[in-house]
């Protein structure tokens, strides 16, 4: 299984971003997916989490109400959306896949290589 990510940028506060990830090399539809963040000096930490056919999706409080995980099992995709960005948001953001859902990072065995974002007040 591969993951490439992609949609970092600098943006200023209030800004919105989409983050998108491309999936490949195995079948999508069996893997559940996940958003994580891990900013300067940080430990990496969920973001948010969507089931294989959708019907479980989680979010951290930081992001409930302004992040919107998707994903389109026709197109091997998995996206990020975010709105109202804060400057406490920079961080670099990585897609996931496993097998099995979960909010935990150490679950995930698949990584796509992070895409950088950075929100200026």
């Known amino acids: 299984v591969q993951l490439q990510a992609c949609g970092g940028g600098l943006v200023q506060a209030g800004d919105s971003l989409r983050l998108s990830c491309l999936f490949s090399g195995g079948i999508f539809s069996n893997y559940a997916m996940g958003w994580f963040r891990q900013a300067p000096g940080g430990e990496r930490e969920f973001v948010a989490a969507?089931?294989?056919?959708?019907?479980?999706?989680d979010y951290a409080d930081s992001v409930k109400g302004r992040f919107t995980i998707s994903r389109d099992n026709a197109k091997n995709m998995v996206y990020l959306q975010m709105n109202s960005l804060k400057p406490e948001d920079t961080a670099v953001y990585y897609c996931a896949a496993d097998l099995y859902y979960s909010q935990k990072p150490a679950q995930y065995d698949y990584w796509g290589q992070g895409t950088e974002v950075t929100v200026s007040s």
């Open positions: 969507r089931s294989q056919k959708g019907t479980m999706t």
